[in-house]
Structure formats: C-alpha cells, structure tokens
C-alpha cells in the first residue's frame, strides 16, 4: 500500500452478493461456514478481486449483544429494534459475551476458511465499531435521542462494546493465521447523524483500543465507512488507517471529489472508492465499463498532479447490492481495470 509503481489500480468489493455464487438464500448461507467460505473464496477467482472483506451481513458484533436478525427472502437480513428500551437497560440489556460470541465466532471460522484456501490473496477480517454494535443492538435513533436524555448510560454501554470489539480481535481473529488486518466499521462518523466534537466524545473516544489492538495483534488496520458524509479528518487524519473506504451516493450527502481527497488524504492512507452502488444494478455492464473508464482517467490525473503513482482504488463504498446488484457490472469493473489500466497508468503517470 505504499506509492509503488503498479499495473493497475486495486479493485475491493464489499458485499453479501457471493451467496449467490453457491445457490443459497441469506439464511442459509448465513449459519454455513461452510457456504460461506466458498462463496468468498468463488467471488475473489472469478472477478479477480485483489483483496477481500468478507461479508455477509453486518450485525453479528450486535448479535452476540442479543439483537435478533430477522431474514425475509429477498430482502437483506436486519435486526428490528426494540421499541420500550428504557436508559436502565443499557446497564441490563447490554451484557459482555463471555469470551467470543457464537456469532463472531462463525465470522473468525470462515475467515479461517478463507485465508486457507486463498493465502496469496489478503484478507481483512469486518467487524463493527463500539458505536455502530450499540446502534445495531439498541437501534440508531433511540441512541441518538439518548445520547442526550441518558448519556452517562450510553457511555456505560460503550465501554462495553469497546471491551468486546477488542477482545474479538485480540482474542478471535488474531488467532486466524495469515490473516492480513482487520476492516472497521463506524458509520455514523458521518455529518449527517452528528457533529464531530459530539462522534469524538460517544464514537471515537471508544476506537482507540480497538486500533491499538490490531497492532498488537500484528494485523493492518483499515476502516471502512458508508455513511454520507463522512468526518475524513476523524477517521482518515487522525486514526490514519493503512486503507479507508469510503462511499459515494450521487445527489446524496457531501460526496467527495476525487481530486480533494487525492490531495488531502492520500500521503498516509489507500483510499477506496467513488463508485455509486446503485450503478451495480441501474447500469449495463457497457455503462459501468465506460464510468469506470472515465473514473480512472480522473484518478490517475489526480495521483500524478500529487507525485503518487497509486494509493487509491475504484470501488464501491458500500455494499453492493446483495439482491439486485449484477454480477456482470462486477465483472465489467474488472474487466476495465485490466483492459485499460496498464496503458492508461503509463500514459497518464510515465
């Protein structure tokens, strides 16, 4: 990840669409490992992925809290929040697991599986944030009321989930031989949710351990954020992830322009992203083709007006659509990264 010469820019995609790969629905693929060692593993060789986050739905840090995830076909597994949670039951409800969760531990079983039948290829192991496993369990607009009404109890509950995120690290996914580092996840860094003095003291006061035990435990540390509006200077300046991926939405937000980040961000940290998600579904694979191809013009000029000669990805910063997503529009990110970007990267950089 360092500002070396290279082929062509890094593709990463972040999704639960591989359980298609292998004929299941989201439940079933959910409690395999089995399943779900094989649908990452036939995702990475088909489309020739660079590197992998495996994914298949986000809330398993919040599960081993107690949230109950509904699965309705069609439909991307959710947890539906409790609708009488009261300040007292985040000291009652929001319970430590002893050691790893059995949801967690699915999640470290077929990141096992993973790395073992694709060691040449690094993968990072996603887990939620302290804030983001809160919100999963309790529900994100009742945190957010009480972070004013009660937020002595919301901090209480922090220490918890902040306690529980590192262990799974330290005591999980550490433990998974080869495994390259660690993707977290905090998406409510985002402007859009709350202000930054207000994310620092309920959010990122509780990531810091977190950080520091993925260097303890010898795995890079990346971050990952699909919120609008993004607090960069939080998340990228001040933690400095070895990568960060961001997502980009359209008219949505305060989406980030390629040249700004290149410039701002890019002398410490890979970025990823700039890829509308929803072009996985509303597009033909020749429309993405061309997007992709007019994206990496204005990336590869960006890098070289700042002396880089990599340290960003194409990607979709967000989940690709698990249900209606294309496979052939991921294909079509492939394909033009590897028609275009050896001669486009020679042309525009030297």
């Known amino acids: 990840m360092t500002n070396l010469w290279i082929d062509y820019l890094s593709v990463r995609l972040l999704g639960g669409m591989n359980r298609r790969l292998v004929g299941a629905d989201f439940e079933t693929f959910s409690e395999s490992v089995e399943l779900q060692a094989r649908g990452n593993v036939e995702v990475v060789k088909r489309y020739q992925l660079d590197w992998l986050v495996p994914l298949t739905y986000m809330h398993r840090t919040a599960e081993d809290f107690g949230a109950e ?8 597994p959710m947890h ?3 609708t009488d949670w009261t300040a007292e039951d985040y000291e009652e409800k929001i319970v430590v697991p002893d050691g790893i969760g059995d949801s967690i531990q699915k999640r470290i079983d077929y990141t096992e599986k993973i ?3 694709i060691p040449e290829v690094p993968v990072f192991a996603f887990i939620s944030g302290p804030f983001t496993t809160l919100t999963q369990r309790v529900g994100t607009e009742q945190v957010l009321m009480d972070l004013y009404r009660s937020p002595d109890a919301v901090k209480k509950a922090m220490e918890k989930t902040e306690e529980y995120v590192v262990r799974c690290i330290e005591e999980g996914f550490a433990n998974v031989e080869g495994l390259a580092g660690i993707c977290l996840d905090e998406l409510h860094g985002n402007k859009g949710i709350m202000g930054p003095d207000m994310y620092r003291e309920f959010g990122a006061e509780y990531c810091g351990s977190v950080i520091d035990a993925c260097e303890k435990s010898d795995l890079i540390f990346t971050q990952h954020n699909c919120g609008e509006s993004a607090m960069f200077d939080i998340q990228i ?4 992830p070895m990568a960060y991926s961001y997502a980009y939405y359209g008219e949505r937000g305060e989406n980030p322009d390629i040249p700004g980040m290149i410039e701002k961000y890019t002398d410490d940290t890979l970025l990823l992203g700039q890829i509308d998600p929803q072009h996985f579904y509303n597009y033909e694979p020749s429309e993405m083709k061309k997007h992709v191809k007019q994206l990496l013009e204005t990336v590869l000029k960006s890098l070289k007006e700042n002396d880089h000669t990599s340290k960003f990805g194409i990607y979709s910063g967000c989940e690709v659509p698990p249900t209606y997503g294309k496979f052939d529009n ?6 033009a990264m590897l028609e275009y970007g050896e001669d486009m990267q020679e042309e525009i950089i030297g």
């Not at 995830?69 to 991307?76: N, Q, W």
């Not at 300046?237 to 400095?240: A, D, G, N």
């Not at 991921?330 to 394909?335: E, H, L």
């Open 330 to 335: 991921i294909g079509a990110v492939t394909d």
């Open 80 to 82: 539906y929040p409790p």
């Open 115 to 117: 790395v073992e039948e």
């Open 69 to 76: 995830i509904e699965f309705k076909t069609g439909k991307t």
């Open 237 to 240: 300046s001040e933690w400095k």
